[in-house]
């Protein structure tokens, strides 16, 4: 009953000025089963959050609810204060949010650049009939559009653009996870998430993932990372959500979360998070005895 | 000593070459098609296979409808003729002496009187395209959240509700009895179409003109092709297509992209009615039956899903094997029969199993080519001629070409 009447309080939590992105108590239930449960996750521009938790823990399944993919059970979602709770996946996209897949979902038989100029499609203004008449102003946009999809295109080094104009079928594995953050990035988002942006990746590749990604942000765009890799999470986030079970059990600076009995207990086990636990103490203990 | 740091070779991209041909391909074919009848004059028969050939316009038009809907946009329609029914229908019973108003109008589109209701040919060409261009939204509208089986499904359905429908709104129904009139002939057909007059040209029995407007149509159908192939929403189309979960999540509103897909297919459909049904002065529910919905699926998987090229050249094929091979390919049996004395070959009718030979030609294909004969696999990348410099220009800023300092 108090349980209950906690999560009633969490529902009620105020919005939070100059937040890009707020859920509040956002929840989803497949049956019986809640995947996603009553979390509280804001981010501001320019952030990087990274969310991580064991498998199965509802980190893609948050992606899919901010993103409109699946309608939440209880709970809001704001996107710069307006309330998009329960919206189609592409008004989302015109908010700002914009994601990748953790199983690569590109346009397999369309060319690379053809990838990134879907990605471009809500910025273009010609309609039916600018498209079959092919009217000077859908002629220009359509060069712009080119040109704007080149520029996402050389973020890349030259991993993509001399591919440009191969089908995205045809690129590896590595340049693919890459494509579809071009893709994604073409829509010029406001907030970016990367689901698992590296797995897969040999460790140069991701290396150099991870260069592009601390490349592309800025201080307009905030992006939630969910990430395995724990090094890669620790070294871009500013901060982190852990989640278990769809409940946030942690949240803070990825030190913070390091040493966070709850999170050795969700990815080791109790009787593991209690050997951690004590490593710790004497890491401490060492420390402070080294001073 | 001068540093030259290449730049470096990337393969030319397939559809440039592909670009080049395409151009001299339909060039060719424009030239070709334009001097058809003149060539026709030392055999004869000049009528007869003209007619034939208008007849495979309206197929490529058709043709071409259908891959908006099938090869862009992914969607299988297996009720096309509907579109094509609405088309011929409706400018049937504006321009024809099957209605026989007893008031009279008269306006440069439309004009009643006790001789029937004349309607501007060159405007409800437009306009019934567009009527049906209409329909194609109506059967859109219920099918959006269907896939794969199941929208096929639900367009078969549609197909023949349409059929049935221009059946019985016919004389003799059940409706008659509440006072309806006679609205589409029925299994009667509806006839007494009126025919177009292009400044001293009167269209009529002579199936040159009709030849040559139907080639301007089915020009006029092309551009559009090709037009919306290289466009936002030709692009939304190919998306949708591949991942239709991915294509939401880039900004593509999923509805109206595959409203206008069925919309612009069943627009081109709506123009082959128009000119059909003027042609051939009538039409009958006999031309709009499930198994030209599947003729014309025929053509776009023969000739290439998706690829405007191949969709006509399918057209052509099955026109060709309708109107020609197949009477041919009688004829050789029959004597074949008649000179080894065999009966079954003297008695066998090659067009009555038109449809076996269909079938058997798309299992050949999906064994053997199942791309198409022209392939789309550069689809989207065959005309535009802004690419080169685009891609001229992206690589020199690139790798600029430096000659050294000294």
Redesign the interface.
């Known amino acids: 009953m108090a349980v209950a009447r906690e999560r009633l309080s969490t529902a009620q939590a105020t919005v939070q000025p100059g937040a890009l992105l707020q859920t509040i108590g956002l929840t989803k239930s497949f049956g019986g089963l809640a995947a996603v449960q009553n979390i509280d996750f804001h981010i501001s521009p320019g952030e990087i959050v990274g969310v991580i938790g064991p498998n199965g823990a509802g980190k893609s399944t948050f992606f899919n609810l901010i993103?409109g993919?699946y309608k939440p059970t209880r709970g809001r979602i704001l996107v710069a204060g307006q309330d998009v709770t329960g919206k189609?996946?592409?008004i989302l996209?015109?908010a700002g949010v914009?994601?990748t897949?953790q199983n690569i979902?590109?346009?397999?038989?369309?060319?690379v650049l053809?990838n990134v100029?879907?990605?471009y499609?809500?910025r273009?203004k010609?309609?039916?009939v600018g498209?079959?008449?092919?009217l000077p102003p859908?002629?220009r946009e359509?060069?712009e559009a080119?040109?704007r999809a080149?520029e996402v295109l050389?973020l890349f080094d030259?991993r993509l653009?001399?591919h440009?104009?191969?089908?995205a079928r045809n690129l590896a594995y590595a340049d693919r996870r890459l494509l579809e953050i071009a893709?994604?990035l073409a829509?010029s988002p406001k907030l970016l998430l990367l689901d698992e942006p590296t797995v897969g990746m040999n460790p140069a590749e991701t290396e150099n993932a991870i260069r592009i990604i601390a490349k592309i942000r800025s201080a307009d765009l905030a992006i939630i990372l969910i990430e395995h890799k724990l090094n890669v999470v620790m070294g871009m986030s500013n901060r982190v959500v852990v989640l278990d079970y769809g409940e946030k059990i942690a949240e803070g600076t990825p030190r913070e979360v390091q040493t966070n009995e709850k999170v050795i207990e969700a990815y080791l086990g109790r009787k593991a998070a209690a050997q951690a636990a004590a490593m710790l103490d004497r890491r401490d203990a060492l420390e402070e005895a080294g001073q | 000593m001068a540093t030259i740091v290449r730049a470096p070779q990337y393969r030319l991209p397939a559809w440039f070459q592909n670009n080049r041909r395409l151009t001299i391909g339909w060039g060719t074919t424009l030239i070709i098609a334009l001097l058809f009848p003149l060539m026709l004059n030392p055999t004869g028969h000049i009528q007869d296979i003209t007619g034939d050939v208008v007849e495979g316009e309206i197929y490529a038009m058709l043709a071409l409808g259908l891959n908006v809907v099938v090869g862009f946009a992914g969607l299988l329609d297996l009720g096309y003729a509907a579109f094509f029914a609405i088309g011929a229908y409706s400018f049937g019973m504006l321009s024809s002496s099957h209605f026989l108003p007893s008031s009279s109008f008269s306006s440069p589109f439309i004009s009643w009187g006790p001789n029937g209701i004349h309607a501007n040919f060159w405007f409800f060409l437009l306009a019934c395209a567009m009527l049906a261009a209409l329909f194609g939204l109506i059967l859109g509208a219920p099918t959006l959240r269907l896939r794969g089986d199941y929208l096929a499904i639900v367009t078969l359905g549609f197909g023949e509700i349409v059929h049935k429908v221009v059946v019985n709104l016919g004389p003799g129904s059940t409706i008659n009895a509440f006072g309806w009139p006679d609205i589409t002939g029925g299994t009667n057909s509806l006839d007494g179409i009126f025919q177009p007059s292009f400044g001293p040209v009167q269209f009529s029995t002579d199936q040159v003109p009709w030849y040559y407007l139907g080639l301007g149509v089915l020009a006029v159908i092309i551009v559009i092709a090709y037009s919306l192939q290289n466009s936002r929403l030709g692009r939304a189309w190919v998306a949708m297509r591949e991942d239709e979960l991915a294509a939401a999540c880039m900004g593509i509103n999923l509805r109206n992209t595959k409203l206008l897909a069925f919309s612009m297919g069943a627009f081109f459909s709506g123009f082959a009615g128009v000119v059909q049904g003027s042609r051939l002065t009538l039409v009958d529910p006999s031309q709009f039956t499930f198994q030209i919905s599947i003729s014309i699926l025929v053509m776009v998987v023969l000739g290439g899903i998706g690829s405007v090229p191949g969709v006509v050249l399918g057209a052509g094929i099955i026109a060709l094997l309708q109107f020609y091979l197949l009477h041919q390919l009688n004829d050789w049996m029959h004597l074949a029969g008649t000179t080894a004395n065999i009966g079954l070959l003297q008695h066998i009718d090659l067009t009555q199993a038109q449809y076996l030979i269909f079938g058997i030609m798309l299992v050949i294909m999906m064994i053997f080519r199942r791309e198409g004969l022209i392939p789309s696999s550069q689809r989207r990348r065959e005309l535009r001629p802004a690419d080169e410099s685009v891609l001229a220009e992206e690589n020199q800023s690139l790798y600029t070409v430096r000659s050294g300092e000294a």
């Open positions: 993103t993919l189609r996946p592409d996209l015109r914009a994601r897949f979902r590109l346009f397999q038989n369309m060319t053809d100029l879907v990605g499609h809500t273009l010609s309609r039916l498209d079959i008449l092919k859908t002629r359509e060069r080119e040109r080149f050389r030259d653009v001399p440009s104009y191969e089908l893709r994604a829509s």
